[in-house]
């Protein structure tokens, strides 16, 4: 486990031997986001960091639980000394604080109504070397599996001739997703898994590609989940496990159904179905 020092916020190398200049106002950011990791003592799993490229473009595509997954992508590059460019919404940049913030960082705006500007701004980005970074589900998972992932991500490695890295994360959930209100609780932990780069192979199509992204994707979560350090208090704190591990989340059906519903302007929302009758479905299901 790894926890934040003050030392690490002070590290003068922290950034490699010769960092950009551009990239000074990222870099306070960064610096900033770690005295706030130090503060909520927050313990960091941090697998497969290696496997982010030194140098080069790459499609950094991760899972989405929480808020901040972001900050747990961006630390896991930090050991290989990269800064992660990640695709946020249109609305994030145009906020009074957040706004200049995101694009003194470079990050890449997305505009659902204009995506065709967003993607040819990526694929511009991994071109000149930069990691992109992506959550291909497009909104964050109240299931807390790996939703449908959209083919932009694939579109980009393609385009831009470079390999998608898988990433994981989880327990950043219990600070801060949605639906749920904001805990600023101290000594979570948050696990973060990095798995080997996927080329694009010579004639690949996107959708193929997307399939091989997903499927590791997957992976990379269960390990995650069924690896990490903590386990629910009680009946009352399975609200951020997943159903198939007895959690009391929506199943991913639901949370489609509530996707759907609340893109219709609907903020009503369906129920997870209640413990003992999952309970019984699935012994129904082993029975058969």
């Not at 505009?111 to 990691?131: E, M, N, P, Q, T």
């Not at 992109?132 to 790996?146: L, M, N, R, W």
């Not at 992976?219 to 009352?236: K, V, W």
């Amino acid at each position: 486990m790894y926890t934040a020092s003050w030392g690490d916020v002070a590290r003068r190398d922290l950034f490699g031997p010769k960092p950009d200049p551009r990239d000074r106002p990222y870099r306070s950011v960064i610096r900033i986001v770690l005295v706030v990791f130090r503060l909520f003592r927050f313990r960091f799993d941090i697998r497969g960091a290696e496997q982010v490229p030194a140098t080069g473009g790459a499609v950094i595509c991760s899972n989405h639980v929480s808020y901040f997954d972001f900050t747990y992508l961006g630390l896991a590059a930090l050991p290989q000394h990269r800064l992660v460019r990640f695709m946020a919404k249109a609305a994030i940049f145009g906020h009074w604080f957040a706004g200049p913030f995101m694009r003194a960082m470079q990050h890449i705006p997305v505009d659902r109504k204009a995506g065709a500007s967003a993607f040819d701004a990526a694929v511009r980005a991994l071109k000149d070397g930069h990691l992109v970074g992506i959550f291909p589900e497009a909104t964050i998972s109240t299931s807390f599996t790996v939703k449908d992932v959209k083919a932009g991500a694939a579109r980009m490695a393609v385009e831009a001739g470079v390999p998608i890295v898988p990433a994981a994360v989880w327990g950043g959930q219990r600070i801060a997703t949605k639906a749920h209100k904001v805990v600023l609780r101290r000594d979570v932990p948050v696990t973060v898994i990095i798995g080997e780069p996927i080329v694009p192979e010579p004639g690949e199509k996107p959708q193929a590609l997307l399939r091989r992204t997903k499927a590791a994707m997957v992976e990379l979560l269960d390990e995650a989940q069924r690896t990490y350090p903590d386990q629910p208090a009680g009946d009352g704190d399975r609200w951020w496990q997943p159903a198939h591990l007895g959690g009391s989340a929506p199943t991913p059906e639901v949370a489609a159904i509530n996707d759907a519903d609340y893109a219709a302007g609907n903020r009503t929302r369906v129920k997870a179905p209640h413990p003992l009758a999952r309970a019984k479905a699935l012994l129904g299901r082993v029975r058969r």
